[in-house]
């Protein structure tokens, strides 16, 4: 099968289990996102994909082949950590070709191939720079430009961008994202910032605490289509809503009921289950109001952060909360009596 596979790849460290049981296959030229809460595995699996690990159990294979024993320096993968790791005595364009000067490359060659992937990355004229001179941003750039110098197979992240302020974090995602897509080279990077893989990912591959993987989708299949409530709240923000099943297409929460988008297979009535609705679906009305999918309550709070909305509504108890473009904004103020709408089409239903 062509591009990257993961079979049965299980890796433990003594008592820990960091990945268990991954079954991938990320095709070529894809932007991948490893994306989940710390300890999920990420690193784990993105180092046993360089063969910077062995995994206890189970098998990797590039476009076929097996590379689950081939040594890291063989694989041909370049790699950018959060640490960088750029070499402080090295001049930039030292940096960007030491893995070529290691694989004997002439020095003419060398320096023709710095002066193209400093271009790539917008550092034209800085080969002769010392990192100390360096910026944040630039450093990144560097350690960049250093993992694509030997034209990579795999381009392989892990965290690169945590330590940037949040701006520089922001035009860096984009700006590397507009790299690949140039290059067309598959990237697979590691974060746990769901906003970060949702920016930049064609492809997300969300792991979940028990080190499992959860969904592998689109950031909008994902988000859209979350395959249980992990997923769902770790991505986004999300109203968890438990119920049980009454029928075919009916979600009974508390005294309500509500009509729900499909019901998945193998939920009989009775059962307990969480529907996920988005806030930004959920329409508030002024005013109490009965009905199916209907949901009365009082305004408890109300957030506004300039582009954006959040009424906050007490149901009986139970929270939900919605969102709302300035524009959009519902006219109710703290303390009156208002009515959620939860329209049934956003309204997912995942096993509890
Ligand atoms: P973070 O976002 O915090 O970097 P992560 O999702 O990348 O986390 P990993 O670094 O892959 O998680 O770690 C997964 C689990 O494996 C953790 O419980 C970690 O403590 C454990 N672990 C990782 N490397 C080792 C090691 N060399 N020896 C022992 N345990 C390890």
Do not use: W
């Not at 997300?204 to 299949?221: C, H, K, S």
């Not at 994902?222 to 049980?244: C, E, H, K, M, W």
């Not at 509504?313 to 006219?331: A, E, F, V």
């Not at 959620?340 to 089409?345: D, F, Q, R």
């Amino acid at each position: 099968m062509a591009g990257l596979t993961l079979q049965d790849v299980h890796k433990r460290f003594g008592s820990v289990v960091a990945a268990r049981e991954v079954n991938l296959n990320l095709p070529h030229g894809r932007f991948v996102c490893f994306l989940g809460p710390s300890g999920c595995g990420k690193t784990t699996l993105l180092r046993l994909i360089a063969g910077l690990e062995s995994p206890t159990r189970g098998h990797i294979m590039l476009d076929g082949t097996s590379i689950t024993r081939t040594p890291a320096h063989k694989r041909n993968f370049g790699m950018v950590f959060q640490s960088l790791a750029l070499f402080p005595h090295l001049s930039v364009g030292e940096n960007v070709t030491y893995s070529l000067r290691v694989r004997h490359i002439k020095k003419k060659t060398r320096q023709k191939r710095a002066a193209e992937l400093l271009d790539l990355v917008q550092l034209s004229g800085f080969a002769d720079r010392h990192i100390s001179q360096l910026s944040g941003g630039q450093r990144q750039r560097v350690a960049i430009a250093r993992a694509l110098a030997i034209e990579p197979r795999l381009f392989l992240l892990d965290e690169p961008l945590s330590a940037l302020d949040a701006k520089l974090r922001e035009s860096m995602q984009l700006e590397l994202r507009m790299l690949q897509q140039r290059l067309g080279v598959t990237t697979i990077l590691v974060t746990h910032d769901q906003r970060e893989a949702m920016t930049m990912a064609d492809m997300v591959v969300v792991m979940g605490p028990d080190n499992r993987v959860r969904q592998v989708g689109t950031p909008l299949e994902i988000y859209r289509q979350p395959s249980d409530t992990f997923v769902a709240d770790f991505i986004g923000s999300s109203n968890l809503l438990q119920g049980s099943c009454m029928g075919a297409r009916e979600v009974k929460i508390g005294d309500q009921h509500l009509v729900v988008a499909e019901m998945p297979a193998g939920i009989s009535d009775g059962t307990s289950v969480t529907v996920s609705v988005r806030p930004e679906d959920i329409t508030i009305l002024p005013g109490a109001e009965k009905g199916n999918n209907r949901m009365p309550g009082t305004v408890s709070f109300i957030r506004d952060v300039g582009s954006n909305v959040e009424i906050y509504l007490n149901c009986k108890g139970l929270q939900i909360i919605s969102q709302s473009t300035p524009k959009g904004r519902p006219d109710v103020k703290q303390g009156d009596k208002a009515t959620a709408i939860l329209p049934a089409a956003s309204c997912i239903v995942l096993k509890s």
